[in-house]
């Protein structure tokens, strides 16, 4: 039996294709997130946790190799599914929690 396609799969797909044409094969963690529309740390924590497959060179910086096809699973399965992709709450964070600290000029 044949599987039958749908139009917006087919064209999801035809979508995801042509966002990808200039970008090279790998690409660096920058261009895998400016393709996704995704922030530094949400782009850090999908190729750390495995979400997203990539090779690390052991590099300080531009560590990060992901394939094209990989993306495009990605993307894909992040339409299907993007519950799946979604950050753990207060798991990452861009300040400190200062709520707690005490003023530095209020009487003590």
Known sequence: M???KT??????KEKIEEILTPYPDPMSRNDFRIVCHIGTRTSLYLLQSGLVPCK???KKTRCYKIAKKDVAEYLYRR???PMRYTR???GITTTPNTRNLPHRWSAS
Do not use: F, I, T, Y
């Not at 139009?7 to 999801?12: A, F, K, T």
């Open 2 to 4: 044949k599987k039958k």
């Open 7 to 12: 139009v917006s799969n087919d064209s999801l």
């Open 56 to 58: 690390n060179n052991g």
């Open 79 to 81: 339409e299907s599914d």
């Open 88 to 90: 753990p709450a207060g």
